[in-house]
Structures are given as structure tokens and as C-alpha cells.
């Protein structure tokens, strides 16, 4: 069997140069299904995520699926890349020493031209603690410095950056999705 080198993709990845736990998020994947080299990878990330493997292996190295995308696309030479930029975070601003961080439960990513395109973890404040407060996000920020909590029950931080303020369109459309959010939850209680 011949041996493989890392690729590129994997050797300036944060999970390489910077020790980082996670380097992808499984809930946004854009695959090109026409490109047959890409069939491999899938049945080594689909393998990867059968029960006896995961059980055993993948889900002890990672935190859900979200690494075996990548590992099954590196390991069968399968190119691939990752966003611009690691994830960010969204919620709310916190005050330490003159300084604005963002601190919250729910990472995001931007798309091309910077803007948010997309969270996830949940609408709730924090699904560890409370599974019915709700609560609409003011802030995101990207790029600085991430300072993870230390139980899921904490929230997470991110600090050296410049918080950027969700758009009035994006604080409506979010607690739209609150309110939709939170009307299931009675629905469901009262079945």
C-alpha cells in the first residue's frame, strides 16, 4: 500500500497548525456529485458514520459527524477545502476591560462577501440548560480569538475582535423563527 502525505488542504487546516478540536461544521456541506473521485470519499464517510464505527471510534474522536467529512475525503485523496474563515460566534455582547466579546452557545459562518450566512446549535439560549428560553442574538464576530467554555453548560466566547451587530433584518427574521419556535413547543405540550 503506498503511503499518502497530507494535502495541502489539511496542512494549513487549523485542526493541523493550531491543535484545533473541529475544523468543519456538517450542517452546511456543499458536494460536487459529479466529480466521480468523490464517490470514495463518500463511502469512507458514510462508513465512518455506521453505528458500530462511530460508536467505536468516530464520535470518540469528534464531536458528532462533523470531522468524518473531511477525514473521509483526506483519507481517500479526495480534494476538498473549507470556508475562508473558522467558525464564528453569535450572541451576546459581554464587557471585560474596556473590550466587547462576543460570548454564546451558537457558532456561524459568513459567506463570500463577509455577512452571516448561516448558524447553528440552536434558537435557544442555551439547549443544555433550558429547553424553552428563547433568545434572539444581537452580535456575531469572526476571526479573533476563541475562549471555549468549559462544560456545555458555559458559553463560549470569542475576544480580541470588533462584535458586529445582526442587521434589523436579521433580528426580525431570527425572532420569526423564535416565535414559530416557541408556538411548536406549546403545540407539542398540549398533544
Known amino acids: ?8 488542504q489539511l496542512l494549513k487546516s487549523r485542526v ?27 463511502l469512507h464517510v458514510s462508513w465512518q458514520n455506521t453505528k ?5 471510534t468516530t464520535y470518540k474522536m469528534t464531536y458528532g459527524d462533523k470531522e468524518s467529512w473531511w477525514f473521509g ?3 481517500c485523496g479526495t480534494p476538498y ?10 450572541g451576546y455582547i459581554t464587557e ?11 457558532i456561524a459562518h459568513v459567506d463570500e462577501g463577509e455577512k452571516l450566512f448561516w448558524f447553528n446549535g440552536s434558537l435557544l439560549k442555551n439547549k443544555h440548560v433550558n429547553g424553552t428560553e428563547y433568545e434572539v442574538p444581537v452580535a456575531w464576530m469572526v476571526d479573533a480569538e476563541w475562549q471555549k467554555g468549559a462544560t456545555k453548560k458555559d458559553m463560549s466566547c ?11 433584518k436579521e433580528r426580525e427574521l431570527v ?8 408556538k411548536v413547543d406549546v403545540e407539542k405540550a398540549l398533544v
Do not use: N
Open 96 to 106: 471585560k476591560g474596556g473590550k466587547e466579546d462576543v460570548c454564546g452557545f451558537t
Open 81 to 90: 477545502a473549507f470556508e475562508d474563515h473558522y467558525a464564528a460566534v453569535i
Open 158 to 168: 470569542m475576544v480580541g475582535g470588533s462584535p458586529i451587530p445582526l442587521t434589523d
Open 73 to 75: 475525503l483526506e483519507l
Open 1 to 8: 500500500m503506498e503511503h499518502q502525505t497530507p494535502s495541502q
Open 16 to 42: 493541523w497548525m493550531e491543535d484545533y478540536a473541529e475544523e468543519a461544521d456538517s450542517g452546511v456541506v456543499v458536494l460536487d456529485k459529479r466529480r466521480l473521485s468523490l464517490f470514495t470519499g463518500l
Open 52 to 56: 458500530a464505527v462511530r460508536d467505536e
Open 175 to 182: 425572532g420569526t423563527m423564535v416565535q414559530v419556535a416557541e
